[in-house]
């Protein structure tokens, strides 16, 4: 079945330094692929997806580009700050018969970043 | 326009009690679907919902049961409670269709006791 892989946390960081988060996934057709934040006490926004190979997603200074020859979808940002603090998860939805409904998570990666 | 509303927002239960938790999907959204997160299981699809019907389940006891009214407005329910029930549970909504955004709600916490 579908998987995804992230890089297990805590990460912790100061503030301005470069952010990269791996993801892999494992999916048998062609999946879109997201990524999702969760702020402390909160539900999951999201933060920006992807929906075919070699697509780049970006908002609020994030950036991943699904790669299909690695299945990859690595989550960046060259500069972050504290309010940047949450949990961060990697999705793919499988598209298969073209449902979008379900999603697969990875298991979170916790960001802290100190001022 | 409003996001996914789900009420309510914290519960206390005692084990062997039933629960009822309700989701407003976003105008014109008619997929609803529900997820259970947990410390040690993380983020689990529990069913998704389509045009009143539920069109797939997760891997979870038959004590979580769903229904979609014709507003697309969802409800979950468990019942006979258990700790272990104890979680964050997401209502998500979206437009039909590969590659549409899934919108998730705030949750609702539920403990057991």
């Known amino acids: 079945g579908d998987s995804v892989t992230q890089m297990e946390g805590p990460v912790t960081l100061s503030e301005e330094a470069f952010l990269t988060i791996n993801c892999t996934y494992t999916a048998t057709g062609y999946p879109s692929l997201f990524w999702y934040v969760q702020y402390p006490g909160e539900g999951l926004q999201l933060l920006l997806k992807a929906t075919k190979a070699d697509d780049k997603g970006s908002n609020k200074g994030f950036e991943a580009t699904y790669r299909k020859e690695t299945t990859s979808f690595h989550l960046e940002k060259g500069s972050v700050q504290v309010s940047d603090s949450a949990v961060y998860f990697c999705?793919?939805?499988?598209?298969?018969?073209?449902?979008?409904?379900?999603?697969?998570f990875g298991k979170g990666t916790l960001l802290t970043v100190n001022p | 326009k409003a996001g996914v509303t789900q009420t309510p927002r914290y519960l206390i239960k005692t084990r062997g009690q039933q629960v009822t938790l309700s989701c407003s999907p976003i105008?014109?959204?008619?997929?609803v679907s529900w997820y259970q997160q947990t410390p040690g299981q993380g983020l689990q699809f529990l069913f998704e919902y389509f045009s009143e019907t539920q069109r797939n389940k997760g891997n979870f006891p038959g004590r979580f049961s769903g229904r979609q009214f014709s507003n697309s407005r969802s409800e979950m329910n468990v019942s006979t409670l258990e700790l272990g029930d104890s979680a964050l549970y997401l209502c998500?909504?979206?437009?039909?269709?590969?590659?549409?955004?899934?919108?998730f709600g705030e949750g609702s916490w539920l403990t057991v006791v």
């Open positions: 999705a793919l939805s499988d598209n298969s018969g073209g449902s979008n409904y379900k999603l697969t």
């Open positions: 998500a909504s979206s437009l039909l269709g590969a590659g549409n955004t899934i919108y």
């Open positions: 105008s014109g959204h008619r997929s």
